[in-house]
């Protein structure tokens, strides 16, 4: 459904805080902590869950499922499973660039 960090990264492209995403969804601080402070999909409480999708939905955040293709083309962030290491270089010096 939604991870922590899927939560966290909806939140930073709002630019709101956690009190602000408590009061857009009508949950308790603590709630959006205790979310946030996860690994993984987020579990808990089905009606709190839903609160939380819907307030997102409501900012214009939509939550993207692995493998799944963006339906409206906007602005957005994904993590693949594994990024790629950036490629060290080291100068004719012997120092790391």
Do not use: Y
Request: hydrophobic share 45%; no cysteine; net charge positive.
């Amino acid at each position: 459904m939604i991870t922590a960090a899927q939560l966290r990264a909806a939140r930073a492209l709002l630019g709101i805080d956690q009190k602000k995403l408590a009061a857009l969804s009508d949950l308790s601080v603590p709630t959006i902590q205790r979310m946030e402070a996860r690994t993984g999909l987020i579990r808990g409480n089905v009606d709190s869950l839903m609160k939380l999708v819907e307030a997102l939905a409501a900012a214009g955040v939509e939550l993207i499922g692995e493998g799944s293709i963006s339906s409206s083309g906007g602005r957005g962030v994904r993590l693949r499973q594994s990024a790629p290491k950036a490629p060290r270089t080291v100068a004719m010096d012997g120092m790391e660039e």
